[in-house]
Every structure is written in structure tokens, then in C-alpha cells.
């Protein structure tokens, strides 16, 4: 018995330093999320020496499938000789997505700029030789999307970082204070280096739960980013001192605690390039999820990993292209929506307009037949089919006349209205919406 508890209380101790409580108040960060909340699509982008290989990013030595310094041997053979970054920037915007986050430097240490600090580059240390960030920011924000920036706390390259492998360290900070602090030095350094020179709109840091909000001294860190631009946006790993939560792979069932969120995730099975890795998720799976994601209040980060050479893998455009076309008719059931009824009303995504006026149903594969709405008090003024025009026909069925619970409504979706993907009604109401949610009785 008493191992089980000690196993329960080392578990919660464990998950109260993993997944450490939001510290900043939503109230307080309210206005600079509007842009991110009505964004819903952003491109993440890996890309780094673990291309070469085709490797995991910077875990391939941490969890010893190679040595150290075999993974950093590729570094002579990162060219970027074909990178495009207009080319990007033009696939990003065809995706519909509204900001892009970049890999600046991952935990293997290895910058994507120009970094005056003595360590690892692909301006010093590759033949690519030159900054790779900036022309990106350029051309992204040509577009009018927002930029943001990956950075990695952890540094496992970096000799006065402790973490080195899954199962060794260099040193203990309680042993060598002076040494983590010099780290301390060197990752914020380098951090003011990337605030200074992009001004990302967002940073999305990674990483930091290997060491306490102490240890980074995050609110410091927040605070100066802050400085330099009281607008950007900080992801939740910064020991609790982020903006919203970041859900990793792992689809959220219910909503995530923070106020805004953001799932990150791969269109195959890893974030970097990986010749071995077909595990494509297809167009369908991809725009179901983001249908999901977004009828939860969430956002998707849409991972793509080019190849060294800076192409991007034609499956990875593939399923951008056509969530781009997806996305450019059914922009108004998207973007600048806010998160839809509670399920029970309606089996599958839904979202509300802003003035919550206009509800939209997301209908899974090649709905049709007759699909039911429950629990809906407003009447409906009007259906159609969003980007097709077609209107459809509805029946209440079953209202009582002296009850205040509402009838069922009955939609008839005919066969031929049906997108490729994912076929999306528009409901206009007469008024913003209210819902019953009573259990059929007298209450
Ligand atoms: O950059 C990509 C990945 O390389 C990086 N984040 C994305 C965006 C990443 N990979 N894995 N993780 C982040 C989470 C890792 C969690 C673990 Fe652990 C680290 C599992 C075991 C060690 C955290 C710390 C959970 C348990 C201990």
C-alpha cells in the first residue's frame, strides 16, 4: 500500500513540474490574442542538420541511435542549395494559414542566423553558410503573415548545458552554479539576438521542462521579450509563464485548460525531414482534425520538415494545396469563428460566427440523408450549403406547445452537395444562439 501512495505522490509531484499551472492571467493578455484566436492556421516548420540523414531531430543522440558527434557530422552536408524561401512563403499562404512558426535553433544547438555567440550555425559551421531566417521573415510578412520563432531552452551541444544524453549529465546546477549561470548568459543572449533581429510576433519556446521557471528565470525572460514587443505571443513552455497551452501530437478530447491553445502537429510521423518515414496522414484525416481542433477553440500548427537542400516533400505540399483550397471556401466557417455548441447537440465539429448568429454544422465523410440538430431555441432563418450556395430544407419535429424545450430540427443534405473533403452547412438564426441543455423534464 505504501508504495502505491509513495508511486501516486512522486507521480503528482511529477506531473506539477511537467505540466507546471499558467501563471499569466487571461484577462491580462486578452487583447494581444485576438489575432491568434481568429488565426486558427499556422505552418511549423523543422528544419535543420537532422535532414541530412533523415534523422530524429536532435533526439537521434540524446537517445543514443547515434553518437554525438556522427549527428553533428552532418552538418557538412546542409547546403540549403535549392531553399526558396518566396516559394515558401507563397505555399504557406495557399494553406489559408494566417502565421508560421520556424525552428531558429533546436536542442541539438545548431542556430538558423547569424548568432554572435561561439557556437554552432549554418552561417559558421554548414556550407549553406548564411542566415536562413531572415529572408523567410521577409517573405512571410510580404504576405501578411504573422512570423513566429521556435527556440529551443534545452541546448544539449552547448558545453555548459547539463542534460547531454537520456542517461548522462555534465554537471548538477546545485553543483556548479557559476557554470549554469554562464549557460544562462549565453541562451538569453542569443534569445535578444532573435528578438531583435526578426521581431517574431510569437515565440514558441520547447524544452523547458528540464529545469524550474527559476532555473530559466522565466518571467525575466518573458519580460524582455515583452519589452521589446509588448504584442508577441509566448507559447506555454516557458514554466508557466506562456500565453496558451500547447498540446503536442496528441489530440485533446476535451478543451485544454488555458484560455487559448494550440495543437502542433506532423503530416507524417516525424517533425523533421525522414527519407524511411510514408506515413502521410492524407488530406481528409488532416482537415477532419482541423475541423475538430477549431470546433474546440483551438488552433492547429501544421508541421512540414524540408529536405537540406530546402525543398519540401510533394506530399507535405500536397496536403497543404489542398487544405488551402478547403480553407479559401469555407474561410467564413473558419476563420475569425469562435468555438461551437456542446456536443450532444450535434454529433460532429460545429462553429459559431463571431456575433454568434450563424452555426455551422461540419458534416464527417460524405454525409447524406437526414442529420439531426438538438436543444436549439432560436429559430432558423436560413440554410445553405457554405461555398456551393445550395439552400437546404429543414423540419422542427416534435415541439411542444407548452414546453420550453425546443424540437428537433431535421436538415435534409441531398446527395451532390458533397465537397471532396469535408462538407460544412451554414445555419442563419434569428438571433445569437441559445441552446437547451435541460434533461427533457419538468426543470
Ligand atoms: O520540436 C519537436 C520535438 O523535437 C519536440 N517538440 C516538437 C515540437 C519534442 N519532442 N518530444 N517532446 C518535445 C516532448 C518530450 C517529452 C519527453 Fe519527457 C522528454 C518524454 C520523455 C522525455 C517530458 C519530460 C515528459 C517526460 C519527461
Known amino acids: 500500500m505504501f508504495r502505491i501512495f509513495s508511486f501516486l505522490f512522486a507521480f503528482a509531484l511529477l506531473s506539477q513540474t511537467i505540466f507546471s499551472q499558467q501563471k499569466i492571467q487571461p484577462d491580462s493578455i486578452r487583447k494581444k490574442m485576438e489575432w491568434f484566436e481568429d488565426a486558427k492556421l499556422g505552418i511549423f516548420i523543422h528544419w535543420g542538420i537532422y535532414a541530412v540523414n533523415g534523422v530524429d531531430e536532435s533526439w537521434a543522440f540524446y537517445n543514443k541511435k547515434m553518437s554525438w558527434p556522427d549527428y553533428m557530422q552532418q552538418l557538412k552536408g546542409f547546403t540549403a542549395a535549392r531553399y526558396d524561401p518566396a516559394a515558401w512563403a507563397d505555399l504557406i499562404k495557399a494553406s489559408g494559414a494566417r502565421y508560421t512558426v520556424i525552428t531558429t535553433k533546436h536542442h541539438d544547438g545548431v542556430a538558423l542566423w547569424n548568432t554572435k555567440e561561439e557556437h554552432f550555425s549554418t552561417v559558421k559551421n554548414t556550407p549553406a553558410k548564411r542566415d536562413l531566417l531572415k529572408p523567410f521573415y521577409e517573405e512571410v510578412r510580404k504576405r501578411g503573415i504573422k512570423a513566429g520563432a521556435y527556440f529551443s ?242 423540419k422542427v419535429v416534435g415541439k411542444i406547445s407548452w414546453s420550453p424545450v425546443p424540437g428537433l430540427v431535421y436538415i435534409d443534405v441531398p446527395k451532390g452537395v458533397q465537397d471532396k473533403y469535408i462538407t460544412v452547412l451554414e445555419l442563419k438564426l434569428d438571433k445569437p444562439v441559445r441552446l437547451y441543455q435541460g434533461r427533457g423534464g419538468f426543470e
Open 153 to 394: 531552452l534545452i541546448d544539449w551541444s552547448h558545453p555548459d548545458y547539463p542534460g547531454f544524453m537520456k542517461d548522462s549529465s555534465r554537471y548538477k546546477v546545485a553543483n556548479d552554479p557559476a557554470r549554469w549561470e554562464r549557460f544562462k548568459k549565453f541562451y538569453q543572449s542569443q534569445l535578444a539576438e532573435v528578438s531583435h533581429q526578426f521581431n517574431p510576433d510569437l515565440f514558441w519556446f520547447d524544452g523547458d521542462w528540464e529545469h524550474s521557471a527559476e532555473e530559466w528565470e522565466s518571467l525575466k525572460v518573458r519580460k524582455s521579450l515583452l519589452e521589446r514587443n509588448p504584442h508577441a505571443i509566448i507559447n506555454g513552455r516557458l514554466m508557466g509563464y506562456g500565453d496558451y497551452d500547447t498540446p503536442e501530437q496528441n489530440v485533446p478530447v476535451s478543451r485544454p485548460k488555458y484560455n487559448w491553445w494550440e495543437l502542433c502537429m506532423t503530416i507524417n510521423n516525424n517533425w523533421g525531414f525522414q527519407h524511411k518515414d510514408t506515413h502521410w496522414k492524407t488530406p481528409y484525416e488532416i482537415i477532419a482534425l482541423f475541423a475538430d481542433v477549431v470546433s474546440h477553440g483551438g488552433n492547429l500548427l501544421l508541421d512540414i520538415g524540408p529536405r537540406e537542400d530546402g525543398t519540401i516533400p510533394a506530399e507535405q505540399v500536397n496536403v497543404l494545396t489542398e487544405l488551402g483550397q478547403w480553407n479559401k471556401k469555407h474561410e467564413k466557417a473558419i476563420f475569425g469563428t469562435r468555438p461551437g455548441i456542446a456536443q450532444g447537440h450535434f454529433y460532429g465539429p460545429t462553429t459559431l460566427s463571431k456575433d454568434s448568429t450563424s452555426l455551422f454544422l461540419f458534416l464527417q465523410g460524405q454525409t447524406s440523408g437526414t442529420i439531426l440538430l438538438k436543444g436549439l431555441s432560436n429559430a432558423i432563418k436560413d440554410i445553405q450549403v457554405v461555398g456551393n450556395g445550395t439552400k437546404l430544407t429543414h
